[in-house]
């Protein structure tokens, strides 16, 4: 059986529309996230929000603005959306990064389930090619008993990721825009600037002009130059929060290149807690 693909088209996913056992699940965010939602979203999608499903409340400092939320809490969440361990789940939001959904589908894919992937281009692109829309709030069905007790992809926390600054052959993978890398301009976190030795590849570079990500074969040339003769278990991905990461990682995944760490504290973690900071091209 061949492994489920990461990423599912809009005309994949209409032929999909009856199969028993599909979940879909809408995570736009934003201020407005639910209301957006409620006023139209893909039909029959379950809402999950970024702050309270998929990320908690805490010290910034400690884990970044989105830390990952305990297993259990999770699994408690795929439980009241319905989710079981053969479901085949499809995840989307509306931002042009697909931030968001990609977190959605790290975390369920660190559980090990494999059947889960992303709407290539997301909301925009399914609801220009007549996928059913609906408003309201979706009903979940019965709910499940989802069973997993740990992430299974690699992370790495701040004391690694320092470590890696002083490490001959690490890697860290900043995908921020350049802006905020070069320390130009710094819209959420209080310092601007990047982790010294870290690269930068924006995960605007994964996508096209139509906001669907590249072929494989583009994004393994993209990324392959960075990883060719490293160690991939000293390689991280990291971001503002932890989230944005995620699409990187999706990505790589698409690029069928082995999936390296990631650093879900992130630059907001990492800049405040009086480490070392760099700016400007590396």
Known sequence: MNAIKPIISTAELLELQETANLILVDATTGEQALETYRKEHLADALFVDMDNDLSVHGNPAKGGRHPLPEVRNFVSLLNKLGINNSSHVIVYDRAKGINAAARFWWMLSALGHEKVQVIDGGFQIAKALDYPISNGQETPRAPSSYQADQWTLPQ???????????????????????????????????????????????????????????????????????????????????????????????????????????????????????????????
Not at 191 to 214: E, V, W, Y
Not at 253 to 277: D, Q
């Open 156 to 282: 790495v926390d701040i004391s690694t990721i320092e470590k890696y600054t002083q490490e001959q052959g690490s890697v860290i993978i900043d995908v921020r825009d350049e802006n905020r890398y070069q320390g130009l301009h710094e819209p959420i976190d209080l310092i601007a600037g990047h982790i010294p030795t870290a690269i930068n590849i924006p995960l605007s570079l994964n996508l096209d002009a139509d906001g669907r990500f590249k072929t494989a074969e583009e994004l393994r040339k993209l990324y392959t130059p960075y990883f060719k003769n490293q160690n991939i278990n000293k390689t991280a991905v990291h971001c503002g929060s932890g989230v944005s990461a995620c699409h990187t990682l999706l990505a790589l995944k698409i690029a069928g290149l082995p999936l390296p760490a990631l650093y879900v504290g992130s630059w907001s973690e990492w800049s405040r807690n009086e480490k070392p900071i760099a700016k400007g091209k590396k």
